[in-house]
């Protein structure tokens, strides 16, 4: 199975700053990761995605960064504003696999300070 | 999301009573999942569909029971609620397993 864990329950950034969200997971065969958003009171929302035979992905103010090697994956967010402030989650799959799962974090809360 | 939605909203029940929340899609989409989510475990699977009247369960399924008759629609079941199943309760969907997933906005259900 997968196992995936956040290295961070909160962090606090100031407004302007980047902000560097990290993700660990334990089975190598994983190939698809997506990250997460989830505001208080709603569904998570989709912020990004990557796969395996990719290192980098750039959306519009976030990256995903992927290093295979120690079964690591991180979201950057450049110049954080207060919008930003919620429940960051990363989750991942074996896409090939019989039967299609992501398996989430626990989630790091990111709380951006005016 | 407009694609998908889930009914009730919130919902407040007595131990021992049946419960059923529904999943509502438009999109058409084959999989449909159910998790819960519960501080300090994160979200958690209890069942999910790959297709009508295929479903599988998840991690946590003990207690519940699902039904998918149309496409459209994912019904999750608590058959005799208990107070450990107060929690919210989201559903999700995706075309196939080359996608994430889109949730719905959550069911709060509170077993009293």
């Known amino acids: 199975g997968e196992n995936v864990g956040l290295h961070l329950p909160t962090l606090s950034v100031q407004e302007g700053d980047n902000s560097i969200i990290n993700c660990a997971y334990s089975n190598s065969a994983s190939d698809y990761f997506i990250w997460y958003k989830q505001e208080s009171g709603k569904g998570p929302q989709f912020i990004i995605d990557?796969?395996?035979?990719?290192d980098k992905r750039q959306g519009q103010r976030v990256t995903v960064l992927l290093n295979k090697t120690v079964k690591h994956l991180s979201l950057q967010i450049a110049a954080t504003q207060p919008g930003d402030s919620a429940v960051y989650f990363c989750?991942?799959?074996?896409?090939?696999?019989?039967?299609?799962?992501?398996?989430f974090g626990k989630g790091t809360k990111l709380s951006v300070i005016p | 999301d407009a694609g998908i939605t889930q009914s009730p909203r919130h919902k407040v029940t007595e131990t021992g009573t049946p419960v059923t929340l529904r999943c509502h899609q438009t999109e058409n989409h084959r999989y449909m999942y159910w998790y819960r989510q519960d501080p300090g475990h994160g979200l958690r699977l209890i069942h999910y569909s790959y297709g009508v009247k295929d479903t599988d369960k998840g991690e946590v399924s003990d207690g519940y029971s699902v039904s998918r008759s149309k496409t459209e629609d994912f019904l999750l079941t608590l058959e005799s609620a208990t107070s450990s199943q107060t929690s919210v309760y989201f559903c999700?969907?995706?075309?196939?397993?080359?996608?994430?997933?889109?949730f719905g906005s959550g069911t709060r259900l509170t077993v009293v």
């Open positions: 999700a969907i995706t075309m196939d397993r080359n996608y994430g997933y889109t």
């Open positions: 990557i796969r395996s035979n990719m």
């Open positions: 989750a991942a799959t074996i896409s090939g696999a019989g039967s299609y799962q992501l398996t």
